[in-house]
């Protein structure tokens, strides 16, 4: 066996122990926790101690921002190779379609929801600094995909894919049924409903605010006039 093939099922059994903790979370809100999550109440549920949960996540928080950073990777994953025939975002709907990244996106929705369930800032991840270190992790492994394109502009590419995927959580949370937030009862049907709206964001990027205008009934006045 080669050093590296040891390496690939190590990383492999990393994942498998890191995806098996996330999952026990997922359990556990199911459970409609009344109270935050412990990392003594997830070990116990996965099935390890609290040293190993600490081994593999540095935080509780980091916990719940795992399947965002997951996500990304799988969107990243599924870009398509340079080309002059399809835009980044056009490789990115694409990306969407695929049932890896429905089921990602259907974790970021279930923590979203728990995170905001007694908070009233929407964000997610609800830490801020977490929300900018995935910015900072798509523009990172968007540029080393794509080299020869030009750096600023996947940079306010990946702010405005990140804040339009924000958007599309703040609106499904808005749309939820109020006991939803409670019991952390969510359907397939709900999550199918968050997709869609993450899918009309990335639609709206790609072809413009053109659907915002502002017309002669504005109440509004420009300044300077």
């Known amino acids: 066996m080669t050093t590296q093939g040891v390496g690939t099922r190590r990383e492999q059994n990393k994942l498998a122990t890191k995806q098996a903790i996330v999952d026990a979370v997922a359990q556990l809100l199911k459970q409609g926790p009344s109270t935050a999550l412990t990392a003594n109440e997830i070990a116990d549920s996965a099935g390890i101690s609290r040293r190993t949960l600490f081994n593999y996540f540095p935080t509780v928080d980091a ?12 969107m990243v994953d599924s870009l398509a190779e340079p080309s002059e025939t399809i835009t980044l975002l056009d490789s990115i709907l694409q990306g969407l379609k695929s049932d890896e990244v429905a089921q990602l996106l259907g974790q970021v929705a279930y923590f979203g929801v728990y995170l905001c ?3 009233a800032n929407i964000y997610h991840p609800a830490n801020g600094n977490e929300w900018q270190q995935a910015t900072n992790d798509l523009y990172s492994k ?13 940079r306010v590419l990946t702010h405005s894919v990140l804040g339009a995927g924000q958007a599309a959580f703040e609106q499904w ?9 409670d019991n952390m009862d969510i359907s397939d049907d709900l999550i199918a409903a968050f997709h869609a709206l993450v899918t ?10 053109a659907l915002l205008p502002i ?11």
């Open 173 to 181: 949370l808005e749309q939820l049924p109020a006991p939803v937030s």
């Open 200 to 209: 009309k964001a990335m639609n709206t990027l790609d072809q413009g605010f």
């Open 117 to 119: 369930a007694d908070d």
């Open 63 to 74: 916990i719940f921002s795992y399947p965002l950073h997951q996500l990304l990777d799988a």
């Open 142 to 154: 968007v540029v080393a995909r794509y080299p020869q394109v030009d750096s600023f502009a996947v």
């Open 215 to 225: 017309n002669s009934t504005s109440t509004s006045t420009p300044k300077g006039i």
